[in-house]
């Protein structure tokens, strides 16, 4: 049970008060990115390390980002766990830290991921030290198989990546959520604040949205109704666990006298 | 089943008949579709569709943005040889003309890799005339581990190899590859292709597969605009992706609009594909494949191109020099294969992006 007063989240001991991770790709402008993590209020912003020039001094992408925002690179372009691996060593090598998103997609017309190579992927990366959140195809098995091999989180997808569509693997995301030893970050899809909630309501452990926000006609109002939205689907979760631990406290308030 | 197949089954297929009975309520239904099949592009393509040009921007906007985010990608072409043995009657550089020709050293190469690598671009597409003789494999091999230490993302527009040929510029260091079929039209293709090794139409139209075989991760196709009929030639180049896109999922699939404008030595265009349809086929395109690369090159004006940005487009090239050793050598007696019309710099092509409300992107790609 959460702590309401202190509800953090922690992923490979860095401890992150919000539960709003966002993305660096598609925005109008580089510079909008700063402003959209000052309104969001976001603490972790994912970037493509293939997207990263680190000789072009004006406009590297990194120079965008807060020292006070945990950077988590990842891996896309990635088509095999090898690749993947690869694009991990070079994030660390070239001073992105410890945290890596592992992202295997072999199909271009819906990026979807690549479960398999995922799992191998991470198998590898954990065992290396990495803070590894895997983006992954919901899936219960695979769920309790990335925990095994060391994933800090799994990411399963709401829907396919820039669709917008919201919850669309709801179902599955549900039955992630109830099995999972991990915090389950629901990645892609989410096209508006309300799925945001909704996703966050259903006990999510903190959503990533990338998208809606940065193709947004305002990136940075955007970024702050998720950064809300994202509060208060996470309130109403506490709200509701919070009645259920008083049921159970309580211990059959209503048929407890049968005993006496 | 090949792309062959494909072509082969709409050999017989009217299009003129086809096109010519399609309604503003049909063009309307493709519109309103999610996802959109053969005969709806063809809706899209035709005649009727050009009262609706409009409608089709706003939504191919909408897609593009979706999916491509308010960003342009970013390249340089570099032309390394315009020795050539094909026979092209279109082609001011087939094998019969006397241009003056020119094969880059390595060092000339790295002269002009550094020129444009100094402009910001990291993206570099390499071309080269059909001269196997000239132009070995090895020194094809040379150039592009030559350019791995300039760019981040190497591209090849050659000639049409086997699968052999691509695997090993693959190991050198090429991540994608563009191949233009010229016409699709199988008639017209031999017509103006009379003899040597382009003469197969076949072999040629397979190329994209190949590559995609041999593991490029990007593979990018067009008609030359100006020999074929237009709608047909943006119809069969559409489906053609689009069989790609199914047949490799894993491989970024993009389409390029090359249209002759002019005679340059050989001849004339039998169909000039004006403004409007060119947009039109942008539009019917994006449509009909959300998650297209549509590239545009610099033979296109500079007015032009601004205009095209937030239309569907996903990738320019900037600050183009189209003749061999443009770049760094300056040879003034150089003829280009065709011609810029978009002189601008690197710089001001990305201002004029920044200034329209887009990013324009020099890295997108490494070779890890």
């Known amino acids: ?260 | 089943m090949s792309f062959l197949d494909v072509v082969n089954q709409f050999e017989t297929f009217d299009f003129d008949a086809y096109l010519g009975d399609v309604t503003l309520s049909d063009v309307q239904q493709s519109l309103n579709r999610d996802r959109l099949g053969p005969y709806d592009l063809l809706n899209l393509l035709s005649g009727t569709a050009q009262d609706m040009l409009e409608e089709m921007a706003l939504k191919s906007q909408q897609i593009t943005h979706q999916y491509f985010g308010r960003t342009i990608g970013l390249y340089a072409p570099l032309y390394i040889s315009d020795y050539c043995t094909n026979h092209c009657t279109y082609c001011g550089f087939n094998c019969t003309s006397n241009a003056k020709r020119l094969k880059l050293s390595l060092e000339q190469i790295e002269s002009e890799a550094q020129v444009i690598s100094d402009m910001g671009i990291r993206h570099i597409l390499v071309l080269t005339g059909e001269a196997p003789q000239i132009t070995p494999m090895e020194y094809l091999e040379d150039t592009i581990m030559l350019l791995k230490k300039y760019f981040s993302s190497i591209g090849i527009e050659m000639f049409p190899m086997d699968e052999d040929a691509y695997r090993r510029l693959k190991v050198a260091g090429v991540d994608s590859l563009t191949v233009y079929q010229e016409v699709y039209d199988k008639n017209i293709y031999k017509e103006v292709h009379p003899e040597g090794k382009k003469a197969d139409y076949a072999y040629r139209l397979l190329t994209p597969e190949r590559g995609a075989k041999a593991g490029f991760r990007a593979v990018n196709i067009a008609p030359l605009f100006g020999l074929g009929k237009p709608v047909s030639e943006s119809f069969l180049a559409a489906l053609h992706a689009k069989y790609l896109e199914k047949e490799f999922p894993d491989v970024e699939i993009s389409l390029s609009l090359p249209r002759m404008t002019k005679a340059d030595g050989g001849i004339s265009p039998r169909h000039l594909l004006p403004d409007r349809q060119f947009v039109q086929f942008i539009l019917a395109w994006r449509l009909f494949m959300p998650r297209l690369g549509i590239t545009i090159s610099t033979r296109e004006s500079a007015d032009f191109r601004d205009k095209l940005l937030p239309l569907g487009v996903t990738r320019y090239s900037a600050g183009s020099k189209t003749d061999v050793g443009g770049y760094a050598l300056k040879d003034d007696e150089a003829t280009a294969q065709f011609e810029v019309t978009d002189t601008r710099s690197v710089e001001e092509v990305s201002q004029m992006i920044r200034d329209k409300g887009f990013q324009p992107v020099f890295k997108d790609w490494e070779i890890f």
């Open chain 1, 1 to 260: 049970m959460p702590d309401k007063q202190t509800d953090t989240l922690i992923l490979g001991d860095v401890e992150f008060s919000s539960r709003l991770f966002t993305g660096t790709g598609k925005f109008s402008s580089r510079s909008l990115i700063p402003q959209m993590l000052e309104a969001s209020g976001s603490q972790m912003i994912t970037v493509a390390l293939r997207r990263v020039d680190p000789s072009d001094r004006q406009d590297n992408i990194l120079n965008y980002i807060p020292d006070t925002v945990t950077l988590l690179p990842n891996t896309s372009g990635a088509r095999t766990a090898q690749e993947a691996v690869r694009i991990a060593r070079i994030a660390r090598e070239a001073g992105c830290g410890r945290f890596i998103k592992i992202e295997v997609i072999t199909d271009m017309q819906y990026l979807l991921p690549d479960n398999h190579e995922t799992l191998l992927a991470t198998e590898i990366l954990a065992k290396e030290g990495f803070v590894v959140l895997p983006y992954m195809m919901p899936d219960i098995t695979v769920t309790k198989q990335l925990y095994d091999a060391g994933a800090a989180a799994v990411m399963p997808l709401g829907a396919p990546i820039g669709t917008n569509r919201g919850l669309e693997m709801k179902p599955m995301i549900e039955m992630i959520i109830q099995v999972s030893k991990i915090p389950v970050v629901v990645d892609a899809g989410i096209g508006r604040p309300s799925q945001a909630a909704e996703a966050m309501e259903m006990g999510a452990d903190a959503v990533l949205v990338n998208t809606a926000i940065a193709t947004s006609q305002d990136p940075i109002l955007s970024g702050k109704a998720f950064g809300y939205a994202v509060k208060a689907g996470r309130m109403a979760y506490l709200s509701r666990m919070a009645e259920e631990k008083l049921k159970a406290s309580a211990s059959s308030p209503l048929t407890g006298f049968l005993r006496d």
